[in-house]
């Protein structure tokens, strides 16, 4: 009598049971963070958190030879596990990059604390991060490594060629960069001028750090857009990699020369401006019209870029004209970006 009492009872209890550890199966981790942080700390993550670069070799250093590298550059994830997080057995299995390094890829899903415990030396004390990394960084790192790593070969191919992408996808996408990155992406040259390095140069030269800048953004550059939280799907990047791979690698003196020309046509433009040019029949070279023409055309070369804990607006350096009339310009340039975002001047700068 009793028991036949007490049965349904142990049932309904049993059933709870089930129901809270069905939930605490689906709850993977206690950690809670930023995995697009985390992805820009895979790169150079003392530019992406303000702090001094390390001046002396990583630790792991001294235990490979291949890659002569020396000093901030060998603190980099990516210098050891490769832009396609593959290490050895990816990009840097050959040339000046390689040291013979584990990829992390086997870290897609794992548990983030296990990996936590990783960047603080588990598996080997001269993996601790912690020594210049914070607890929220590193928590960042575990969870991009948790979930935020892709497999690049369902992008571009080991010979550097894109996946069949649609350019013309690719373009649309495009015209966001091009706001910073110049209509031919040669607007920013992130090396000298004697080998320049443009957009088209990484996405050819470097598809993989194309891949992961595109998605996680420039660390320090504040205000370049991550594909990420913009929730960029795969077929995305590869129309944008297939359009920029063919985007000019040479130098801006080429470019310039093309634009001596027809320039709205190199710009992509269907007309010239209508009207005669402002100047045609002025010789004053400060007119205000040809000082409004320069300023509008760096209007395009703007951004917010993060030195040290500063932040500064950042402007194509070349071409600049620096005077009042300008940074009214500039101003304008970023009330413009505001409304895109939605956002007052004031609240949007603030979200830096
Ligand atoms: C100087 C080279 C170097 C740097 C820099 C480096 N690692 Fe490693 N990493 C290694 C080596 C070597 C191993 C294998 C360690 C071992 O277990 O002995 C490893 C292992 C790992 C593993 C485990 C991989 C596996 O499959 O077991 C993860 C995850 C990892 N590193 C993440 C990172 C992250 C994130 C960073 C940047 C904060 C980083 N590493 C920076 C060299 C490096
Ligand atoms: C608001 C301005 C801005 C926008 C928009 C922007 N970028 Fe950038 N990007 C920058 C700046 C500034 C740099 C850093 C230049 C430097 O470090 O010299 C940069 C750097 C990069 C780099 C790194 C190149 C290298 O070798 O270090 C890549 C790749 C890149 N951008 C891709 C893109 C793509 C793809 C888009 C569009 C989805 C985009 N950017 C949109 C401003 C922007």
């Not at 929730?231 to 990047?237: I, K, S, V, W």
Request: hydrophobic fraction near 35%.
């Amino acid at each position: 009598m009793h028991a036949k009492k007490i049965f349904p009872l142990v049932l309904v209890v049993l059933g709870v049971f089930a129901v809270i550890l069905a939930g605490c199966a689906s709850q993977q981790s206690s950690l809670t963070g930023n995995a697009a942080r985390g992805g820009q700390l895979y790169d150079k993550w003392w530019s992406a958190l303000g702090v001094d670069e390390p001046a002396t070799d990583h630790p792991l250093w001294v235990t490979q030879t291949t890659n002569t590298r020396t000093g901030a550059n060998t603190w980099r994830c990516k210098e050891c596990h490769g832009w396609d997080y593959k290490g050895a057995d990816g990009a840097y299995g050959s040339g000046s990059h390689f040291t013979g390094f584990v990829g992390v890829m086997k870290m897609d899903g794992k548990d983030p604390d296990d990996i936590l415990a990783i960047l603080k030396g588990s598996t080997n004390p001269d993996h601790d991060f912690s020594s210049v990394l914070d607890e929220q960084a590193l928590i960042d790192l575990a969870l991009f490594l948790n979930q935020g790593l892709i497999d690049d070969a369902t992008i571009v191919n080991a010979d550097k060629t894109p996946l069949n992408g649609d350019a013309d996808a690719g373009k649309t996408i495009f015209a966001l960069c091009s706001t910073c990155h110049g209509i031919q992406g040669t607007a920013i040259n992130f090396d000298n001028d004697s080998e320049p390095e443009y957009l088209g140069t990484v996405a050819s030269g470097n598809p993989w750090e194309f891949i992961h800048k595109a998605r996680f953004g420039q660390p320090g550059v504040v205000i370049m857009p991550a594909g990420v939280s913009m929730n960029r799907q795969t077929q995305e990047y590869i129309d944008l990699l297939t359009y920029v791979h063919a985007l000019p690698t040479e130098s801006l003196v080429t470019e310039g020369g093309r634009l001596y020309d027809n320039w709205w046509k190199a710009m992509g433009m269907a007309e010239p401006p209508p009207g005669d040019q402002p100047l045609w029949g002025h010789t004053n070279h400060q007119h205000p019209q040809r000082r409004r023409y320069l300023a509008l055309q760096g209007m395009s070369r703007l951004g917010l870029q993060r030195r040290g804990r500063r932040l500064r607006l950042w402007l194509a350096p070349d071409r600049f004209p620096r005077n009042d009339e300008c940074q009214r310009y500039v101003r304008g340039g970023i009330d413009g970006m505001a409304r895109r975002h939605g956002e007052s001047r004031s609240r949007f700068l603030s979200l830096f």
